[in-house]
């Protein structure tokens, strides 16, 4: 019945008779019931055979008769009313949709030029770069027939076009022919002449060849596109108005020709392709439409020998697609003396011209074609290109009847076979034009072995012929990349929701796919879309036996977006079967949903009796409450991790009773810690100061300051106390590696340098820095270091850093009372110990004045007993200095004091 439908639509689409393709007619007319009709017909619709012309009535037309008859492809199957479907095949192609290669090549270009010339409010000024011949001022002239139509000039406003290289020797009158110019401006200009930027107005003024501009005339040029105003030569006094836009073309490098201030104005630069780099596709389009030309223009049939053809394909043109139209024409003129009393023109190798049969190219070309004598006709070019749109319809098909099926509710089983009905006729077409050298091809190899290793692992039963088959639709994807790519950019919306459904009803293909897009990417660098993985999932549906096979199931269920499906692939990979499924739960989805998914899989993999369900935590523990079937066993165990799968996989593949599986990974699944402390131990400088942590702080800050920024070295301040006290077993050291410590007292720490506060002010030695820090610094850095030093330890510097009160006269009062001290003790102190105790009593007496005492380490008894009579003599000396700052060196303090004077 479905046949005889079909057939009676043709006819009536033959005969032009649409109206007598609706539901209601064709019932009457076969005597069958409506219902029967419409059933039928929205099969015959979701194989993609069928227009759908939704007025009323709705009607229906056979594509491929309308397609042939009309003699133009139809892009949708279902159009809104009958005006629509014959309009748009009855209408020209519409300004950019005649370059070949506005969807596939050009298509970016063709964005760039629409993106440009509508630029808001006026359009902006173009630059087209590319060799000659490629089309440059084809595509000028689209873009204005594009600004036309989408309203940007009226249909009044021209066009003008001007080859610059016309005026290469007089450059003068290419300025007073664009610029316009007044009577007697120049020898012969006996009228004024408006000029081209005038005549242009509101319009496109297109400059071809404009590196031939002198910069005389690309100055007036661009001064004119800053004001939109100018000066007609020969008069300086008036101004000229044009709202023109502006489209320039050169063949040479933009930057090396013009003037940078005229490229400053042209915000884009538009290169265009040659023809070497247009594709085979796009190429016998051009073939086909340029020899379609010559054969309408000299009303006879054309055939091209195979030679003449593979030459047509592959010759580099030096003239690109004008150098291939020019052959063209030369080749049928030739032909045509040569074949004059036959019906059709024959063209064959000897009548392309003599500098092409006379290149080397040639040589490598033709010997690909050796063995053809045959001929093409330029007719038979049409279906070739419509041939490598086979994928799209297929993909288009497989889209629309998903899309059907969904819309009315209808039965899954019955969409899968419409789905893969479509799949198959055109794998049958593509495999009918298949031309693989299947022994040499390098993706044919790597696609073969990646399905075989595919195959293997799953225990798909794919024939030989079902990898031949895979094989050239990959290799006819391949080769269709870039259109497949552009129409599923168009379809984006409809091909995920497919993609989802899939993934919801298909686990297993949705896991199989998943591993031959990755491999595909991974060894043959093949971007694999989604409209293709669904091709996958459809096909791989025929040939996989798990329903039958599969007595235990086990699926993951986890949270988080790709949890599940990462574990399980991991570990299927490594047990090297295909052991788990897995549910993604992503954290904005209910346990509900996942329940549903749930069921969904397990009605989907038809009768089974164990259920493994491997789950991370939380409310997924208990969605065995919610599984709907009761007949099967079913495990849960949660805190999966990969490593808890593999054993339970390993456990599933040896047949092992469940219960003996889950007792064997609570065993051993107890979790383990260890804590790997940080290798790297910073680089540290510590500063510790007798006098107290605010002087060591205060130090630490200065020398902060003095070390270039971005060296790894932190500088730490440390109590002097714990320093002497607990030595090398101080937590600093064990958590980093200190480099030396800075300080007013040695705390003499082993094996550690220690460089007292005076040594960075009085010498400039900087033995200890050199060779504790050249390992970590670089010379420059070192010496940055070390004139900073220089600069910030100089001893007025460090009094005023270190001391809020008037460091001058501290530093005055402080030097006395130590001149006094040596005198009593009769000794006289090297200037580096004196430098120290300078800084050290003045940080003592600024710490007293603001009532902090230091914490002693010493015993403080027995030093009083023993060394009574330096306490005097302090005491006696400072007394001074005490009552001018009214503070009290305590025995403590002096106990520091003499520590310095000791180790003098
Ligand atoms: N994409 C295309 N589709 C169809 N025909 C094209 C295409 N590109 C160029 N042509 C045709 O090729 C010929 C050369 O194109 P055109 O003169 O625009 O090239 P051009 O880059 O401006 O060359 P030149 O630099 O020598 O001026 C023209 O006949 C044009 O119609």
């Given at each position: 019945?479905?046949?005889k439908?079909?057939?009676?639509?043709?006819?009536?689409?033959?005969?032009?008779?649409?109206?007598?393709?609706?539901?209601?007619?064709?019932?009457?007319?076969?005597?069958?019931?409506?219902?029967?009709?419409?059933?039928?017909?929205?099969?015959?619709?979701?194989?993609?055979?069928?227009?759908?012309?939704?007025?009323?009535?709705?009607?229906?037309?056979?594509?491929?008769?309308?397609?042939?008859?009309?003699?133009?492809?139809?892009?949708?199957?279902?159009?809104?009313?009958?005006?629509?479907?014959t309009?748009?095949?009855?209408?020209?192609?519409?300004?950019?949709?005649?370059?070949?290669?506005?969807?596939?090549?050009?298509?970016?270009?063709?964005?760039?030029?629409?993106?440009?010339?509508?630029?808001?409010?006026?359009?902006?000024?173009?630059?087209?770069?590319?060799?000659?011949?490629?089309?440059?001022?084809?595509?000028?002239?689209?873009?204005?027939?594009?600004?036309?139509?989408?309203?940007?000039?009226?249909?009044?406003?021209?066009?003008?076009?001007?080859?610059?290289?016309?005026?290469?020797?007089?450059?003068?009158?290419?300025?007073?022919?664009?610029?316009?110019?007044?009577?007697?401006?120049?020898?012969?200009?006996?009228?004024?002449?408006?000029?081209?930027?005038?005549?242009?107005?509101?319009?496109?003024?297109?400059?071809?060849?404009?590196?031939?501009?002198?910069p005389?005339?690309?100055?007036?040029?661009?001064?004119?596109?800053?004001?939109?105003?100018?000066?007609?030569?020969?008069?300086?006094e008036?101004?000229?108005?044009?709202?023109?836009?502006?489209?320039?073309?050169?063949?040479?490098?933009p930057?090396?020709?013009?003037?940078?201030?005229?490229?400053?104005?042209?915000p884009?630069?538009?290169?265009?392709?040659?023809?070497?780099?247009r594709?085979?596709?796009?190429?016998?389009?051009?073939l086909y439409?340029?020899?379609?030309?010559?054969?309408?223009?000299?009303?006879k049939?054309?055939?091209?020998?195979?030679?003449?053809y593979s030459?047509?394909?592959?010759?580099?043109?030096?003239?690109?697609?004008?150098?291939?139209?020019?052959?063209?024409?030369?080749?049928?003129?030739?032909?045509?003396?040569?074949?004059?009393?036959?019906?059709?023109?024959?063209?064959?190798?000897?009548?392309?011209?003599?500098?092409?049969?006379?290149?080397?190219?040639?040589?490598s070309?033709?010997?690909?074609?050796?063995?053809?004598?045959?001929?093409?006709?330029?007719?038979?070019?049409?279906?070739?290109?419509?041939?490598?749109?086979?994928?799209?319809?297929?993909?288009?098909?497989?889209?629309?009847?998903?899309?059907?099926?969904?819309?009315?509710?209808?039965?899954?089983?019955?969409?899968?076979v419409?789905?893969?009905?479509?799949?198959?006729?055109?794998?049958?077409?593509?495999?009918?034009?298949?031309?693989?050298?299947?022994?040499?091809?390098?993706?044919?190899?790597?696609?073969?072995?990646?399905?075989d290793?595919?195959?293997?692992?799953?225990?798909?039963?794919?024939?030989?012929?079902?990898?031949?088959?895979?094989?050239?639709?990959?290799m006819?994807?391949?080769?269709?990349?870039?259109?497949?790519?552009?129409?599923?950019?168009?379809?984006?919306?409809?091909?995920?929701?497919?993609?989802?459904?899939?993934?919801?009803?298909?686990?297993?293909?949705?896991?199989?796919?998943?591993?031959?897009?990755n491999y595909?990417?991974?060894?043959?660098d093949?971007?694999?879309?989604?409209?293709v993985k669904?091709?996958?999932?459809?096909?791989?549906s025929?040939?996989?036996?798990?329903?039958?096979?599969?007595?235990?199931?086990?699926?993951?269920?986890?949270?988080?977006?790709?949890?599940?499906?990462?574990?399980?692939?991991?570990?299927?990979?490594?047990?090297?079967?295909?052991?788990?499924d897995?549910?993604?739960?992503?954290?904005?989805?209910?346990?509900?949903?996942?329940?549903?998914?749930?069921?969904e899989?397990?009605?989907?993999?038809?009768?089974?009796e164990?259920?493994?369900?491997?789950?991370?935590?939380?409310?997924?523990?208990?969605?065995?409450?919610?599984?709907?079937?009761?007949q099967?066993?079913?495990?849960?165990?949660?805190?999966?991790?990969?490593?808890?799968?593999?054993?339970?996989?390993?456990?599933?593949?040896?047949?092992?009773?469940?219960?003996?599986?889950?007792?064997?990974?609570?065993?051993?699944?107890?979790?383990?810690?260890?804590?790997e402390?940080?290798?790297?131990?910073k680089n540290?400088?510590?500063?510790?100061?007798?006098?107290?942590?605010?002087?060591?702080?205060?130090?630490?800050?200065?020398?902060?300051?003095?070390?270039?920024v971005?060296?790894?070295?932190?500088?730490?301040?440390?109590?002097?106390?714990?320093?002497?006290?607990?030595?090398?077993?101080?937590?600093?050291?064990?958590?980093?590696?200190?480099?030396?410590?800075?300080?007013?007292?040695?705390?003499?720490?082993?094996?550690?340098?220690?460089?007292?506060?005076?040594e960075?002010?009085?010498?400039?030695?900087?033995?200890?820095?050199?060779?504790?820090?050249?390992?970590?610094?670089?010379?420059?850095?070192?010496?940055?270091?070390?004139?900073?030093?220089?600069?910030?330890?100089?001893?007025?510097?460090?009094?005023?850093?270190?001391?809020?009160?008037?460091?001058?006269?501290?530093?005055?009062?402080?030097?006395?009372?130590?001149?006094?001290?040596?005198?009593?003790?009769?000794?006289?102190?090297?200037?580096?110990?004196?430098?120290?105790?300078?800084?050290?009593?003045s940080?003592?007496?600024?710490?007293?004045?603001?009532?902090?005492?230091?914490?002693?380490?010493?015993?403080?008894?027995?030093?009083?007993?023993?060394?009574?009579?330096?306490?005097?003599?302090?005491?006696?000396?400072?007394?001074?200095?005490?009552?001018?700052?009214?503070?009290?060196?305590?025995?403590?303090?002096?106990?520091?004091?003499?520590?310095?004077?000791?180790?003098?």
């Open positions: 019945m479905r046949d439908i079909l057939e009676e639509i043709k006819v009536h689409t033959q005969n032009n008779d649409y109206e007598s393709n609706s539901v209601v007619e064709i019932s009457k007319r076969l005597q069958v019931s409506r219902n029967v009709v419409a059933s039928e017909i929205r099969q015959l619709f979701a194989q993609g055979k069928l227009i759908k012309i939704n007025q009323k009535p709705i009607l229906y037309v056979v594509k491929e008769i309308f397609e042939e008859i009309h003699n133009q492809k139809v892009d949708t199957l279902e159009v809104d009313s009958l005006h629509v479907l309009s748009t095949n009855s209408d020209e192609k519409r300004d950019f949709e005649k370059l070949i290669g506005y969807d596939g090549s050009l298509s970016e270009l063709v964005s760039q030029c629409k993106g440009t010339i509508s630029y808001p409010p006026n359009g902006l000024p173009m630059m087209l770069y590319g060799p000659t011949g490629t089309g440059k001022s084809y595509i000028a002239r689209l873009t204005y027939e594009y600004a036309k139509h989408k309203g940007l000039l009226s249909k009044e406003q021209r066009f003008i076009s001007v080859n610059c290289s016309e005026y290469a020797n007089n450059p003068e009158l290419l300025t007073a022919n664009l610029f316009g110019h007044v009577k007697g401006a120049f020898t012969g200009a006996d009228k004024d002449n408006e000029g081209l930027i005038a005549l242009a107005d509101g319009g496109i003024l297109f400059l071809d060849e404009v590196h031939n501009l002198s005389e005339c690309q100055e007036k040029l661009f001064q004119f596109m800053d004001l939109a105003e100018y000066h007609r030569v020969g008069d300086n008036n101004w000229y108005a044009s709202n023109v836009k502006l489209i320039f073309a050169t063949t040479e490098k930057e090396d020709v013009l003037l940078k201030t005229l490229l400053r104005r042209i884009m630069t538009i290169t265009v392709p040659s023809l070497k780099e594709g085979l596709h796009e190429r016998v389009e051009l439409s340029m020899f379609k030309t010559e054969q309408d223009k000299l009303q049939k054309i055939r091209i020998s195979a030679k003449a030459i047509f394909l592959a010759y580099d043109f030096p003239g690109n697609i004008g150098g291939l139209r020019g052959c063209i024409q030369t080749c049928c003129i030739q032909a045509m003396f040569s074949n004059q009393d036959d019906d059709a023109i024959v063209i064959q190798l000897h009548d392309l011209p003599k500098d092409i049969l006379e290149s080397e190219q040639l040589q070309i033709t010997t690909n074609f050796e063995n053809t004598g045959d001929t093409i006709a330029v007719d038979e070019l049409d279906s070739f290109i419509k041939a490598e749109s086979y994928i799209i319809q297929m993909l288009h098909n497989v889209l629309t009847t998903f899309q059907t099926y969904t819309e009315n509710d209808a039965n899954i089983s019955e969409m899968d419409s789905i893969n009905q479509n799949i198959h006729e055109y794998f049958d077409k593509i495999l009918y034009h298949a031309t693989l050298s299947t022994d040499k091809d390098f993706y044919y190899k790597g696609i073969e072995n990646i399905f290793m595919i195959r293997n692992r799953y225990g798909l039963s794919l024939s030989n012929n079902d990898i031949l088959t895979l094989n050239c639709f990959i006819d994807y391949r080769k269709n990349y870039i259109s497949v790519r552009n129409w599923s950019y168009k379809q984006a919306e409809q091909i995920s929701e497919l993609l989802s459904y899939l993934e919801n009803h298909k686990y297993y293909e949705t896991n199989i796919t998943k591993e031959i897009t595909l990417h991974a060894y043959l093949l971007d694999i879309l989604d409209i669904i091709v996958f999932m459809f096909y791989l025929n040939v996989t036996n798990h329903k039958s096979e599969k007595k235990r199931l086990a699926v993951i269920l986890a949270h988080g977006f790709s949890t599940a499906s990462s574990i399980a692939e991991a570990t299927n990979q490594f047990l090297d079967t295909y052991v788990f897995a549910i993604d739960m992503p954290i904005n989805q209910d346990v509900q949903t996942i329940i549903k998914k749930l069921n899989y397990l009605n989907s993999m038809g009768k089974f164990e259920l493994f369900l491997l789950v991370d935590m939380g409310s997924l523990e208990d969605i065995y409450k919610g599984i709907q079937n009761k099967a066993n079913i495990g849960i165990i949660n805190n999966i991790s990969t490593k808890t799968a593999l054993e339970i996989g390993n456990g599933i593949i040896q047949n092992r009773p469940m219960e003996d599986i889950f007792d064997e990974v609570i065993q051993y699944s107890k979790t383990h810690y260890h804590i402390k940080n290798q790297l131990k540290v400088i510590l500063c510790s100061c007798a006098s107290g942590m605010g002087t060591a702080e205060k130090l630490r800050r200065i020398l902060k300051d003095s070390l270039p971005d060296v790894p070295i932190e500088v730490q301040t440390y109590n002097y106390n714990e320093l002497v006290e607990k030595g090398i077993h101080n937590k600093v050291f064990t958590d980093n590696h200190v480099l030396f410590i800075v300080g007013t007292l040695n705390p003499n720490i082993e094996n550690l340098p220690f460089i007292p506060i005076e960075l002010i009085i010498t400039d030695s900087f033995a200890v820095l050199n060779h504790e820090l050249q390992s970590i610094m670089s010379a420059e850095q070192l010496d940055t270091f070390k004139k900073k030093i220089l600069k910030n330890f100089s001893l007025s510097n460090i009094m005023s850093s270190l001391t809020i009160l008037n460091p001058n006269k501290l530093l005055e009062h402080v030097a006395d009372a130590l001149d006094r001290l040596q005198n009593a003790l009769d000794k006289t102190l090297s200037s580096s110990t004196c430098f120290g105790l300078y800084v050290h009593i940080c003592l007496i600024e710490r007293l004045v603001m009532n902090k005492e230091v914490e002693t380490y010493l015993d403080v008894d027995e030093f009083t007993k023993e060394n009574q009579n330096f306490i005097n003599l302090v005491k006696q000396t400072f007394r001074e200095v005490e009552e001018y700052y009214g503070v009290d060196i305590s025995i403590p303090e002096i106990g520091y004091i003499y520590d310095y004077i000791k180790n003098d």
